[in-house]
């Protein structure tokens, strides 16, 4: 598939089927050529999605067990599966299983993946894999909670109980975000939470008078993206801002992860209260002088103001868009009152005054 073969129309077709959400009018993809084009554009932007959650999981130490099966499941063009097996090596694990309704898609999936990993079994889930109570090594969900009828999520369900760990990347908007906050609290009580969220806690995002709110963070497109007439192109025509990748996460695992992210806040010295482990949700509003950031740690979700003057690296980074999302700070009324980066790449630390 290339800029020039690429079949415009469909992907207009595409567009309006998402743009209106009828799940109703049945699968998709009408041809595999419908699947090809869209695995060349719409899912190329998925997958950066997914290339930016996997990269923070890979920074942060955290890999799915050795010999895992990875199960894609409502997996279309297979885009998600084969991202997480690309990331990981797929030596590390034992078989890749796609499942999707569309039988369309199951040809593409199944295809692309045993052409890009030619010594990893590649397979269409069976109803065993689907009904049994064998543990799953991996579960992959991506881009499907807003499609969810009441029979899939029943069956979902059933998955995340025999998961072992479980990658779950949806769309950045308001309501994917605050339904996978839903399965989020679903879960919690029987998975470790890796990411996004810096604690164990109850979700603050989905307490009484946050309803605004929502859990989403933005990833990088690729260099050149911008330069590229054909991405230019598609933009324009899906009314799509190629700098803006917005999505939701969830990583939860059934082994313990102090390793990969040490939630435990440093003690307080008997004077100060201890520092908390915060992550920046969306993008910091950047004023002169000072930027406003929406955090998370384990006592809710907060408005904050950070001072230039304060931390002058962190707020350079801010504006630019370049700040990890990450940090070790306290706040009190409204405002960071120290901080101490929890990421190498920010070598600030110490007391605001």
């Not at 567009?15 to 595999?32: C, M, N, Q, S, V």
């Not at 109803?127 to 807003?146: K, Q």
């Not at 004077?271 to 969306?282: E, K, N, T, V, Y």
Request: proline share 6%; net charge negative; with cysteine.
């Amino acid at each position: 598939m290339t800029w020039e073969t690429l079949d415009w129309e469909m992907l207009d077709r595409l567009r309006e089927t998402f743009l209106t959400g009828d799940k109703t009018a049945g699968p998709y993809w009408h041809t595999i050529t419908d699947l090809e084009c869209y695995d060349f554009t719409y899912g190329e932007r998925i997958g950066w999605k997914w290339d930016a959650v996997l990269r923070e999981l890979k920074q942060r130490a955290w890999a799915p067990a050795s010999g895992a099966t990875v199960l894609d499941w409502g997996c279309g063009s297979g885009i998600a599966g084969r991202r997480v097996v690309e990331a990981f090596g797929p030596a590390n694990f034992t078989r890749l299983l796609v499942h999707d309704h569309s039988q369309l898609a199951l040809d593409y999936a199944e295809h692309h993946a045993r052409k890009a990993f030619p010594a990893l079994p590649v397979e269409r889930a069976s109803t065993r894999d689907l009904r049994s109570d064998e543990p799953i090594g991996l579960l992959v969900v991506s881009h499907v909670v807003n499609e969810l009828n009441e029979i899939a999520r029943a069956e979902l369900a059933e998955l995340c109980a025999r998961a072992q760990a479980i990658l779950w990347v949806e769309p950045g908007t308001h309501e994917a975000s605050r339904l996978l906050g839903g399965w989020r609290e679903q879960l919690r009580p029987r998975f470790q939470i890796v990411a996004p969220c810096p604690h164990q806690a109850a979700c603050g995002v989905l307490v009484a008078g946050n309803e605004r709110h929502w859990c989403h963070f933005f990833a990088p497109p690729p260099m050149g993206v911008y330069a590229d007439s054909g991405w230019v192109k598609f933009g324009q025509r899906a009314g799509i801002d190629l700098r803006s990748l917005p999505y939701s996460s969830l990583v939860l695992d059934r082994n313990p992860v102090a390793a990969v992210c040490d939630r435990r806040s440093p003690e307080s010295d008997g004077h100060r209260p201890p520092l908390q482990l915060s992550r920046i949700i969306g993008d910091a509003k950047v004023f002169k002088g000072y930027a406003k950031v929406f955090a998370c740690d384990e006592t809710g979700v907060h408005d904050l103001m950070l001072q230039k003057r304060d931390a002058p690296v962190l707020f350079k980074q801010l504006k630019q868009g370049e700040a990890p999302s990450l940090h070790r700070w306290t706040h009190e009324n409204g405002r960071i009152t120290r901080i101490e980066s929890s990421s190498h790449e920010i070598p600030e630390t110490g007391q605001l005054d």
